[in-house]
C-alpha cells in the first residue's frame, strides 16, 4: 500500500469508497502519464527518481477518490505538494510541481460543497501550499521555485464552483418536480376518494327514497290494487339491483388497477332522461330539457362532466322527493359556449322530511369543484328550491 493510499484511508476513516468513476480514473492516470512519466524517462526531474515517483504517484493517486471524498483528496494532495516543495523535489516538467493535480481537487471541492465551506476549505489547502511555496523559496535558492500553484487554484475553484451551482439548482428543480408530482398523486387520490363517496352517497340516497316512495305505494294499494302493488314491489326490485349494479361498479373502480380494470359503464347525459321517466311513472310532475343525445363533435362534454351532471340531477331530484313530495320540477340541461349548465327548480311543497342533513349539497359542491364549476343551491323567493350548477368546458378539448 503506498504511503497517498495510507494517507487517503486513516483521513477519511477506511471507510469503503465505491468504485472511481471512468473519468476520475482518466484524470489521475493522464495527470502522471503526461506530467510525472516524462520526468522520469527523460530524467529531467529535479530529485531522486523513487521520490519523483512515489511522490508523483501521491499526487495523482488519490484524485481517484475525488468524488467521494473531495476534502480529504485536497487534504493529501496540498500535503504531498507541500512534501515536495521542502523536500525540493520536482515532479513535473514545470517549475514546482505545476500540475493539474491540485487544480482538479480544488474544483471537486468547489463543485461538492457549498460555495462559502468550499471557500474556506480551498483557501486553507492553497494557502498552506503558497506559504509553503514562497518558504521554499528562501530554503532553497538555486532551485527553480515559484508560486504557480496559487494562480491555477483561483481559475479552477471559480469554475467548480459555477459547475456546482448548476448541480444543485438541477437537483432542486428535480426534488422540486417530484414533491409536485407526490402533492399531485395526492390530490388525485383524494379527488378520487371524494369521487367514490359522493357516487357512493347519491346511489344510495336516490334508490333508498325511491324504494321509500314505491314501498309505500304498494303498501296502500296492496289489498285494493294487488296489481299495482306488484308493479311497484317490480320497480323496487328493479331499483335495488341497479343500485347494486353502480355501487359494485364503483366499488371496483378503487379496489382494481385501472389498467386492469374491466370498462364499466358510467351514467352520462343519455341516462337524465331514464332517471326523470322513472320518477314521472311515480307520479312527479317533471319537466325535462335537455341537449340532443348526439352533440355536434365542437359542442361535445367530457364524459366525467357527463357524469357529474348526471349525479347533479340526480341529487337534486332525490332531494325533492325527500322534501317537496310531488310538485311541480323543472330540470334544464342546458350546452353553453363556455360549459354546460344545470338546474332544478321545484314549486314549494307541503310534505317532505324536514330540512335533511346537507350531505347531499355538500357532496355535490366538492364533485363540482373537481371540475372547477360554481354551485348556487338556496330557497326561492316565492318558495320551493332551485339548484344551478355550472360546468365550464374548453371548447379545444
Given at each position: 500500500?503506498?504511503?497517498?493510499?495510507?494517507?487517503?484511508?486513516?483521513?477519511?476513516?477506511?471507510?469503503?469508497?465505491?468504485?472511481?468513476?471512468?473519468?476520475?480514473?482518466?484524470?489521475?492516470?493522464?495527470?502522471?502519464?503526461?506530467?510525472?512519466?516524462?520526468?522520469?524517462?527523460?530524467?529531467?526531474?529535479?530529485?531522486?527518481?523513487?521520490?519523483?515517483?512515489?511522490?508523483?504517484?501521491?499526487?495523482?493517486?488519490?484524485?481517484?477518490?475525488?468524488?467521494?471524498?473531495?476534502?480529504?483528496?485536497?487534504?493529501?494532495?496540498?500535503?504531498?505538494?507541500?512534501?515536495?516543495?521542502?523536500?525540493?523535489?520536482?515532479?513535473?516538467?514545470?517549475?514546482?510541481?505545476?500540475?493539474?493535480?491540485?487544480?482538479?481537487?480544488?474544483?471537486?471541492?468547489?463543485?461538492?460543497?457549498?460555495?462559502?465551506?468550499?471557500?474556506?476549505?480551498?483557501?486553507?489547502?492553497?494557502?498552506?501550499?503558497?506559504?509553503?511555496?514562497?518558504?521554499?523559496?528562501?530554503?532553497?535558492?538555486?532551485?527553480?521555485?515559484?508560486?504557480?500553484?496559487?494562480?491555477?487554484?483561483?481559475?479552477?475553484?471559480?469554475?467548480?464552483?459555477?459547475?456546482?451551482?448548476?448541480?444543485?439548482?438541477?437537483?432542486?428543480?428535480?426534488?422540486?418536480?417530484?414533491?409536485?408530482?407526490?402533492?399531485?398523486?395526492?390530490?388525485?387520490?383524494?379527488?378520487?376518494?371524494?369521487?367514490?363517496?359522493?357516487?357512493?352517497?347519491?346511489?344510495?340516497?336516490?334508490?333508498?327514497?325511491?324504494?321509500?316512495?314505491?314501498?309505500?305505494?304498494?303498501?296502500?294499494?296492496?289489498?285494493?290494487?294487488p296489481d299495482e302493488a306488484r308493479l311497484a314491489l317490480s320497480s323496487i326490485e328493479t331499483?335495488?339491483?341497479?343500485?347494486?349494479?353502480?355501487?359494485?361498479?364503483?366499488?371496483?373502480?378503487?379496489?382494481?388497477?385501472?389498467?386492469?380494470?374491466?370498462?364499466?359503464?358510467?351514467?352520462?347525459?343519455?341516462?337524465?332522461?331514464?332517471?326523470?321517466?322513472?320518477?314521472?311513472?311515480?307520479?312527479?310532475?317533471?319537466?325535462?330539457?335537455?341537449?340532443?343525445?348526439?352533440?355536434?363533435?365542437?359542442?361535445?362534454?367530457?364524459p366525467l362532466v357527463e357524469e357529474s351532471a348526471y349525479r347533479v340531477v340526480q341529487e337534486?331530484?332525490?332531494?325533492?322527493?325527500?322534501?317537496?313530495?310531488?310538485?311541480?320540477?323543472?330540470?334544464?340541461?342546458?350546452?353553453?359556449?363556455?360549459?354546460?349548465?344545470?338546474?332544478?327548480?321545484?314549486?314549494?311543497?307541503?310534505?317532505?322530511?324536514?330540512?335533511?342533513?346537507?350531505?347531499?349539497?355538500?357532496?355535490?359542491?366538492?364533485?363540482?369543484?373537481?371540475?372547477?364549476?360554481?354551485?348556487?343551491?338556496?330557497?326561492?323567493?316565492?318558495?320551493?328550491?332551485?339548484?344551478?350548477?355550472?360546468?365550464?368546458?374548453?371548447?379545444?378539448?
Amino acid at each position: 500500500m503506498t504511503p497517498a493510499s495510507w494517507g487517503l484511508a486513516s483521513v477519511i476513516g477506511m471507510r469503503r469508497l465505491p468504485k472511481p468513476d471512468l473519468l476520475d480514473v482518466a484524470l489521475a492516470l493522464g495527470s502522471f502519464v503526461l506530467f510525472t512519466l516524462p520526468v522520469l524517462v527523460r530524467g529531467t526531474g529535479h530529485g531522486p527518481a523513487a521520490a519523483i515517483a512515489v511522490l508523483g504517484a501521491a499526487a495523482t493517486v488519490p484524485l481517484l477518490a475525488r468524488r467521494a471524498a473531495p476534502v480529504p483528496v485536497l487534504v493529501i494532495v496540498s500535503l504531498v505538494l507541500v512534501i515536495a516543495v521542502f523536500a525540493d523535489v520536482r515532479f513535473t516538467p514545470y517549475g514546482n510541481n505545476a500540475g493539474p493535480a491540485l487544480a482538479i481537487a480544488v474544483l471537486t471541492v468547489a463543485d461538492r460543497l457549498p460555495r462559502a465551506a468550499s471557500l474556506r476549505v480551498s483557501a486553507a489547502a492553497v494557502g498552506l501550499v503558497t506559504v509553503a511555496e514562497l518558504a521554499a523559496m528562501q530554503l532553497h535558492l538555486v532551485s527553480d521555485q515559484n508560486a504557480i500553484q496559487l494562480a491555477l487554484a483561483v481559475p479552477a475553484w471559480l469554475i467548480g464552483s459555477a459547475f456546482g451551482a448548476r448541480r444543485r439548482a438541477e437537483q432542486e428543480l428535480r426534488e422540486e418536480t417530484e414533491q409536485r408530482a407526490r402533492e399531485a398523486e395526492r390530490r388525485i387520490r383524494a379527488e378520487e376518494r371524494l369521487r367514490v363517496s359522493a357516487d357512493v352517497h347519491d346511489i344510495v340516497s336516490h334508490t333508498l327514497s325511491m324504494i321509500a316512495v314505491r314501498s309505500g305505494v304498494a303498501r296502500m294499494v296492496l289489498d285494493q290494487r294487488p296489481d299495482e302493488a306488484r308493479l311497484a314491489l317490480s320497480s323496487i326490485e328493479t331499483a335495488s339491483r341497479g343500485a347494486l349494479d353502480e355501487l359494485r361498479a364503483v366499488l371496483q373502480s378503487i379496489r382494481v388497477p385501472a389498467d386492469r380494470a374491466p370498462a364499466v359503464e358510467r351514467p352520462s347525459l343519455a341516462d337524465v332522461r331514464s332517471l326523470v321517466d322513472g320518477l314521472r311513472a311515480d307520479g312527479y310532475r317533471i319537466t325535462l330539457t335537455v341537449p340532443a343525445e348526439t352533440m355536434p363533435a365542437d359542442a361535445a362534454v367530457p364524459p366525467l362532466v357527463e357524469e357529474s351532471a348526471y349525479r347533479v340531477v340526480q341529487e337534486a331530484l332525490t332531494n325533492v322527493v325527500r322534501h317537496a313530495g310531488r310538485v311541480p320540477t323543472v330540470v334544464d340541461v342546458v350546452r353553453e359556449p363556455d360549459g354546460l349548465t344545470v338546474s332544478v327548480v321545484n314549486e314549494a311543497g307541503e310534505t317532505g322530511a324536514g330540512e335533511g342533513s346537507g350531505l347531499g349539497l355538500a357532496g355535490m359542491r366538492d364533485r363540482v369543484a373537481l371540475h372547477d364549476g360554481t354551485v348556487e343551491a338556496g330557497p326561492r323567493p316565492g318558495g320551493g328550491f332551485a339548484v344551478r350548477v355550472h360546468f365550464p368546458v374548453d371548447p379545444h378539448e
